[in-house]
């Protein structure tokens, strides 16, 4: 079983900066990658940025302004996110992906972008 939880959200004003945290924990587990999906009120949860082996992938509306990267010895996965606006606000959930394609999920952090 594998345990995830996140850190780093809250409210920020528009064109501000938040770091999101992810510290996985538990017993006999490897990552294939790891990331962070994100679901606003009333839309579907979506992929925001992932890492696997070193490759990053990110939804195109978070492209230059977000970046994610991966502290293998702490099995932590981070997200800094420049240049908010009022779209990115949702709750955020980190997620991991065992190389036999078991997801394990974050309990969420909320990310608010208003003035």
């Known amino acids: 079983q594998v345990q995830l939880v996140e850190s780093g959200g809250g409210l920020v004003q528009p064109g501000g900066s938040l770091r999101l945290s992810c510290v996985a924990s538990?017993?006999?587990?490897?990552?294939?990658?790891m990331g962070w999906y994100r679901q606003a009120p009333g839309k579907q949860r979506e992929l925001v940025a992932s890492?696997?082996?070193?490759?990053?992938n990110y939804v195109d509306s978070v492209k230059d302004r977000f970046t994610i990267s991966r502290d293998k010895g702490k099995n932590t996965v981070y997200l800094q996110m420049n240049s908010l606006k009022p779209e990115d606000t949702a709750v955020y959930y980190c997620?991991?992906?065992?190389?036999?394609?078991?997801?394990?999920w974050g309990q969420g952090t909320q990310v608010t972008v208003s003035s």
């Open positions: 997620h991991l992906l065992t190389p036999v394609f078991i997801y394990y």
């Open positions: 538990g017993s006999n587990f490897s990552i294939y990658s």
């Open positions: 890492i696997s082996n070193g490759i990053t």
